[in-house]
C-alpha cells in the first residue's frame, strides 16, 4: 500500500517588489540610461555580479502605479528599522540561491538514483531550515510593510502545517543512511612487478580515511593499531565536479551498492514528491535587490548625506516639487565635497524649463539629479534631498550630445532623435535635453528649439532644456501663445558670481531666473573697462593728453 502523498498549504507567489505578485518587465530603451550614467550608480549598490542585471532591470523599469512604490518604501523603511532582520536576510541569502539552483538539478533525465535523492534531501534540508529561520526574524520584528507581514503570516502557516512538522521530524531519519556512507575500502591485487591488475570493493565504511601518519611510519608501513585505518601516502582528492570524475567498473559496482541503500530512502521521499521550495527559492533576487539598496543608504548616510523617501502624488497630477536635492554622482565620486543643494519644481506654474548659464555651471549635473531622482523614487528607493512630493513619469527621455553616425550628419542625427522623442513621450514623461541642436548656428537653432519646446507643450511633459541659446528664454510670452497646452515654459538660471578682477565664478545654484544675457555681459564688459562709455571715455582721454594733439 502507498503512503499517501503529502503537500504543504498554498504558497501564493509572493513578490516584495509587487503587491498583486510578479511582473514581466517592459522592454526599456537604454538611451536614458546611459546619459544618466545609471551603470555608476548600480556599482555603488555593491551586490554581486549575478544581482547586478535584476538591479538594473528594476531601477529601468519606471513603475508608474502609487501602490507599488509605496509597497517597495515600506520594505526597505521596515529593513531599516529593523537591523537584526537585515543582518538575518543577509546571511540567508546564499541559501535562498542554493535553494534556485538546487531546483535546476532535481528531475532532470539520467540522473542516478543517488544523486537525485542525495540533493532532494538537501533541498529538502534547506527549505525546511531556511523557512524556519527566515519566520524566526520576521517574527521578532516591529513590521509595518504588507509584504513583509504578507511573508511571516505565510512562513507561519506554512512551518504549522501538520505536513511541514512531519517531513521536519522524519527528516534526519531518512539522512541517516547517507551520512554513513563516508569512504570505501578497496583491495588491489599486484603483479609480479608491483603493478595493480585487478581491484575489488571490500566494504563501505561510516568514517573518512585521514591524512598519512608520521613520516617513519610511511616508510616503513608499520601500523600501531590493527584498526588504524590511516593511508600510508597522501591523500588524493577527487574534483568536485561529477562530470570529472573517472568512471569505471569499481564504481558501478559502488553505484549499485549504493543505490540499493537509498531505493528506501527514495520510496520514503515519495509522498513528499508535492512539497516544494520555489515559491521561497523565488525571493533570492527581489532579497537581494533591497539587501544592495540598504548598503546604498546605510554608506550615505555614514557619509551624512540627507535622504528623504518622496511623498507620493498621483501620475495625474504631473508634480515634480523636491527641495534640496544634490546629484548622487557628485556624492559618489567626491565623498568628502559637500555637493550644492538645488530645488527642482515642475508643477502647475511651469513644467518646461530652459536652463542656461555658463559652461562647467552645473547644468548638465542638475539634469542628471532630477532624472536620478525619479529613477530612485520609482523603485521604492530614497533619494538625496531634504524633502519632496513626486508624480510617477511612464518614461524618462534623454537628448545629450552624441556623437555622429556614418550615415548622417550631426544637425540630422539630433532632429531624428528629437522627432522620436515628440512622437513617443506622452503627458507623464519627463523630458531632459542637454545642448540639443548645438550643431547649427544659433538663429537656425534658436528657431528649431522653440519649435520643439512648443511640441513638448502641446504634448503636457515634464522638461528639462539645458542650453547657451539665451535668446529662447526671452520668447517664453510668444511660445506660449504659438500653441495651446499644459505645460508651461520657465526660465531656469545656472548662478555665476563675479570676483574681483571680473571672472565669473560659477556658484552652482540653479534658479528660477531671467537669462544672465546682455546684463551680465554690461557688466563684464565694465569691470574690465571695455563697455562703449568706458572705451569713448578712455579715447577722450587719451587724444588730450596726448603730444600731437596739444601741438595741433
Request: charged share 20%; proline share 7%; with cysteine.
Amino acid at each position: 500500500m502507498r503512503s499517501r502523498s503529502r503537500a504543504l498549504p498554498d504558497f501564493p507567489p509572493l513578490s516584495l517588489l509587487y503587491p498583486q505578485g510578479k511582473r514581466a518587465a517592459p522592454a526599456t530603451d537604454p538611451t536614458w540610461a546611459r546619459d544618466l550614467r545609471l551603470d555608476d550608480l548600480i556599482s555603488a549598490f555593491a551586490a554581486e555580479p549575478r544581482y547586478v542585471s535584476f538591479i538594473r532591470q528594476t531601477l529601468t523599469t519606471l513603475t508608474t502605479d502609487p501602490e507599488v512604490i509605496a509597497w517597495r518604501q515600506a520594505v526597505l523603511s521596515d529593513l531599516l528599522s529593523n537591523a537584526p532582520l537585515a543582518a538575518t536576510i543577509e546571511s540567508l541569502l546564499p541559501r535562498f540561491a542554493d535553494l534556485r539552483q538546487g531546483r535546476a538539478l532535481l528531475g532532470q533525465r539520467q540522473r542516478p538514483p543517488l544523486l537525485e535523492t542525495a540533493d532532494r534531501l538537501a533541498e529538502l534540508d534547506l527549505f525546511i531550515n531556511t523557512a524556519q529561520s527566515l519566520h524566526s526574524a520576521l517574527q521578532a520584528s516591529a513590521l509595518r510593510a504588507a509584504a513583509l507581514i504578507t511573508l511571516r503570516d505565510q512562513l507561519a502557516r506554512l512551518i504549522n502545517d501538520p505536513n511541514f512538522t512531519a517531513l521536519r521530524d522524519e527528516l534526519p531519519a531518512l539522512q541517516r543512511p547517507l551520512q554513513k556512507l563516508a569512504s570505501l575500502t578497496i583491495g588491489v591485487n599486484l603483479d609480479a612487478q608491483l603493478q595493480p591488475i585487478s581491484a575489488v570493493l571490500l566494504s563501505i565504511n561510516e568514517q573518512p580515511f585521514g591524512e598519512p601518519r608520521s613520516f617513519l611510519n610511511k616508510l616503513i608501513g608499520q601500523r600501531s593499531d590493527a584498526n588504524d585505518e590511516s593511508p600510508i601516502a597522501p591523500l588524493h582528492n577527487l574534483p568536485e565536479e561529477r562530470q570529472f570524475r573517472l568512471l569505471s567498473p569499481l564504481f558501478q559496482d559502488l553505484e549499485r551498492i549504493v543505490s540499493s541503500v537509498v531505493q528506501p530512502v527514495a520510496r520514503s521521499l515519495g509522498k513528499y514528491v508535492r512539497i516544494s521550495s520555489a515559491p521561497l527559492a523565488s525571493l533570492e533576487h527581489e532579497l537581494a535587490f533591497y539587501l544592495s539598496a540598504l548598503r546604498l543608504v546605510q554608506m550615505l548616510r555614514e557619509r551624512g548625506v540627507t535622504l528623504a523617501q518622496p511623498q507620493v502624488t498621483p501620475l495625474e497630477a504631473r508634480l515634480t516639487r523636491i527641495e534640496g536635492l544634490v546629484n548622487l554622482h557628485l556624492i559618489l565620486r567626491q565623498p568628502k565635497v559637500t555637493p550644492i543643494a538645488n530645488d527642482a519644481h515642475f508643477d502647475e506654474s511651469g513644467r518646461i524649463a530652459i536652463l542656461t548659464g555658463p559652461n562647467s555651471g552645473g547644468k548638465t549635473t542638475y539634469l542628471q539629479a532630477v532624472g536620478l531622482a525619479h529613477v530612485l523614487f520609482q523603485a521604492g528607493l530614497p533619494i538625496p534631498a531634504r524633502s519632496a512630493q513626486l508624480s510617477p513619469v511612464d518614461a524618462i527621455f534623454t537628448h545629450f550630445p552624441s556623437l555622429e553616425t556614418h550615415q548622417q550628419g550631426r544637425l540630422a542625427e539630433e532632429a531624428s532623435r528629437l522627432r522620436h522623442i515628440c512622437l513617443h513621450a506622452t503627458a507623464h514623461s519627463l523630458v531632459l535635453m542637454n545642448e540639443s541642436l548645438s550643431s547649427t548656428v544659433a538663429s537656425e537653432a534658436t528657431y528649431l528649439a522653440q519649435d520643439v519646446l512648443c511640441g513638448l507643450r502641446a504634448i503636457g511633459v515634464r522638461a528639462l532644456y539645458a542650453t547657451h541659446l539665451m535668446d529662447l528664454a526671452d520668447q517664453i510670452g510668444e511660445m506660449h501663445a504659438m500653441v495651446d497646452g499644459s505645460s508651461d515654459l520657465f526660465s531656469l538660471v545656472a548662478g555665476v558670481r563675479l570676483d574681483a578682477d571680473a571672472n565669473g565664478q560659477p556658484t552652482f545654484q540653479i534658479a528660477r531666473g531671467a537669462p544672465l544675457g546682455r546684463g551680465y555681459a554690461r557688466e563684464i564688459a565694465r569691470r574690465h573697462g571695455i563697455s562703449l562709455a568706458q572705451i569713448l571715455a578712455a579715447r577722450a582721454d587719451s587724444q588730450e593728453s596726448s603730444p600731437t594733439s596739444a601741438a595741433d
